[in-house]
Each structure stands twice: as C-alpha cells, then as structure tokens.
C-alpha cells in the first residue's frame, strides 16, 4: 500500500471538502445540513483546543481524513475529545480508514487526553467494524438522536481509552502539525536526516565555533583570576556535581546561576564564569553550575544534578551570603532545557525569583533523529518525558525568553513553541537580538547596554532607569 497518513495542511482544504460534501448533501451520517466550504474547514482545523487533523494521502490525491474536536465546551470535559473519519468510496476495505485512526488515536494520546469518543449514525456496519477493531468499546445508544431527510436516526457512541485516568490530570497539549508523523513515525515533510541535522546544528549559521568557545574558558579563567571565587563546592557525591560560587561584595545580595550549554555532551563550569564579572559589578553574587555529561549520565541524571546543585543553593543561601528570596536562574542552548526542567518541582520553582531562558531545546523530539542523539539514545517516549514543553505547571516565576537573531529554523520554532506555552503561566519577557548568534547571546547576560541585559538585571531589581545598574 502506498497510502501514507500525514498532517493535513491548508492545501488539502479543498479536497476535504470535495469529500466531505457528499456525505453532507446526500446521507445521514453527518448531522449537519449545510456542507462547510474551504474556509470554514481551515478555520475548524485552527479552532482551539488545537487537535489533529489527519489525511490519508494516495500519490498526492486525499483518499481519506479523520480529525479530533472538542467533546463537549464546559471545562470538566477538556480531557475527552472526539473523533470522525471519513473514506473516499473508492478506497475502502483497503485498510486505510484502520490505519488513518491508529494514527489519530497515537496523536490524540500523545497530547495527554484520557477519552476519545465517537458518534456513529446507526445503522452502520462498516463504521462500527472500523472503531470496534482499532480498540473503540460501545457505549450506548442516543435513541432518535437527529432528525435528517425526514427520518429520526439513532447515534451508538464508542469510546477509545487512550491512558489510565491520572488523578490530579495535567493539562492536556495543543497539537502541532509543523511536526508530524508518517504513518505513526516522526518525521519532518520533506527534511532528510541531513536537513533536520542542520537545523538543530546552531553552528551551521556561523563560520567557526572554535573562537567562541575559546572567548568562554579564556574569559571563565579571566574571571576566576581577577574576582573571588570558591571553586569546586560539592553539591552531590558524583565527581561532576561541583560549582563554582563568586560572592558579592555586600551581603544579602542576589544570585545569578548559571547553566551551560553543549548538547548535553560538551563544555563544563570552567567555561561558564564569562558573565560572572558583569554581574559582580552589578551588585549580584553568581554561581556556575557543573555536571556530568552523555553518555555517560542519561539525560534524567543530568537533568537531576542541575535540581540537586539548585536546591542546595537554596538552602545555603544564608551561608553564601545571598537573599533566598532573589535566586535567579539562567540557561543556553541545552542549558536552557536543564533549567525550565528544573523548575517542573514546586519546591524549587518556588524558591526561584526569575529565569533567563536562551536559544533553549524545550521539545526534545525532533531530536531523536539527529546527529544529537547518538549520545543520548532518546526514543520518542523518553524525549517527551524529557520536553519541559509538556509539562509546564500553571505557574512559573517571571520569565525572560531570548534567541539570537542569528539561528537555524529549528532553534527559532522551539523558542516559538516556548513562548506560546509561557503565555498566560508567567510575566513573559520575549526578547531576539538581532546582530547576536546562539554563541554570543549570553554575553549580553548582565550587561546593561543591551536589551536584554536590561531585562534580566530588571529583574533582579538591579537596573536603574537610566539604562545602567544599581
């Protein structure tokens, strides 16, 4: 069979239609009396509650589409959704409609909801076979349920159980057909590995990384040179789970933590106190974390010791001479990631003042088929349980959200996707840099010159309103 089941896009809207008409105009299987045009169809695919909108695509002809809506609109319903699908003539008994739901019901799952229902004209033979054989189990019947071409109709309703009820229920997910799967596995229309490798290669937009990462262990080493610092404080028992502590001049000051970048594999603390002395200056303390890297730590243990390191910050704040109630927390690039998973614990989100998040990976999964994962060994399901993207909780502390305006196609969705989750859990501050890249965007941390050194020392109540520092 060469029928492939993908994302439905604005360019399949006329052929939905043409499909959908008949079934309108000329049966009651469809409740509705008018037949939608194409602009109203692109509007139900956009409608909130995002949720996907499949076709089953035949040589480039639509042969076949099934879409999820919203079950019912009263709030307590917003973990149940509902199916339909709906086959060309020609192409059924082919094993497409089987294929094509298979496919719904995985997106639908992976977005977190709990029910999926589905409404059948009865009687229905073919309908009924279809559901019941992709795991739909019958509920009931609506007796006299609509009134169509002067008969009354009954409605069987099935339900799929797509997980076990969790009890509190996170929130569920927008779907994201930018994204999307081909029969059930992930890909990117039209990107080959080569493609999607180069869109999470933030070097690829610049002509030598050597030099900046040479400017960050040259600068780090300046900084620990010229200013005080207390190297190497174990926050855990592994080698790895050290950091380094640059104390402020006056006592209770704030703190500036910092996460380092590298893909989870690359760099380490002694490369990460280029900023430490413009924040110094600033009147902040600052703190570089470290930890152990892929391959040897799986990105759950990685992502533990950045918690670990934070919360022991928190309860030694008084020690370090810091205000416990002004931690603030910045990450880059994979840092970025360490650091929103970080806060998905109540106790350490709530004893974090602020975040800086930069050119950050917050979906994991366009990753698991890239060069980036060959030390990491995701599989689809690991890389969603790693995504802070699906799990933010409903609030977080004030967060500044920066990229460069120097990056790969990849890197600006997954600050897109961010920004659009953050809306509405924080006070967002959404920042690009135009001039900068996914290098040197950190440098302008804690400097005052720049817009968003302005919006990180603002919001550690260290800005003054003339553009410099307190």
Known sequence: ??????????????????????????????????????????????????????????????????????????????????????????????????????????????????????????????????????????????????????????????????????????????????????????????????????????SSCIRDLRPYLECYAERSAEARRRHRVRTDLRYGDRPEETLDFFPASQPAAPLHVFVHGGYWQELSKNESSFTAPAFLAAGAAFAAIGYGLAPAHRLEEITDMVRAALRWLIANAAVLGVDPRRIHVSGTSAGAHLVAMALLPKDIRGAVAGVTLLSGVYDLEPLVHTYVNDNLGLTRETARRNSPLHHLPARLPPVVLARGGIETDGFIRQHEWMAAALRGRTTLVELVSPARNHFDLPSELADPGTTLGRAVLTQMGLARTDGGMR
């Open 1 to 202: 069979m060469t029928v492939i089941v993908r994302a439905a896009t604005r360019a399949d809207v006329e052929a939905i239609c043409s499909s959908y008409r008949p079934i309108v105009n000329d049966t009651a299987i469809s409740f509705e009396e008018s037949a939608p045009d194409a602009a109203e169809i692109g509007r139900r695919m956009l409608t909130h509650p995002r949720l996907p909108w499949l076709v089953a695509d035949d040589a480039g002809r639509v042969v076949a589409y099934a879409y999820a809506s919203r079950h019912q609109r009263r709030a307590a319903y917003r973990w149940s959704a509902e199916s339909s699908v709906y086959l060309d003539p020609e192409h059924r008994s082919r094993g497409i409609g089987r294929l094509l739901y298979e496919c719904l019901i995985a997106e639908v799952r992976e977005l977190g909801y709990v029910s999926l229902f589905a409404g059948v004209t009865l009687p229905n033979k073919a309908s009924v076979a279809l559901h019941e054989a992709v795991g739909f189990e019958a509920l009931g019947v609506f007796r006299c349920g609509g009134y169509k071409y002067g008969a009354w109709h009954d409605v069987g309703w099935w339900r799929s159980s797509l997980r076990d009820p969790p009890v509190p229920p996170p929130e569920p997910h927008q779907w994201r057909p930018s994204e999307y799967r081909v029969n059930g596995t992930f890909e990117y229309r039209g990107l080959d590995r080569a493609t999607l490798d180069r869109e999470y290669s933030p």
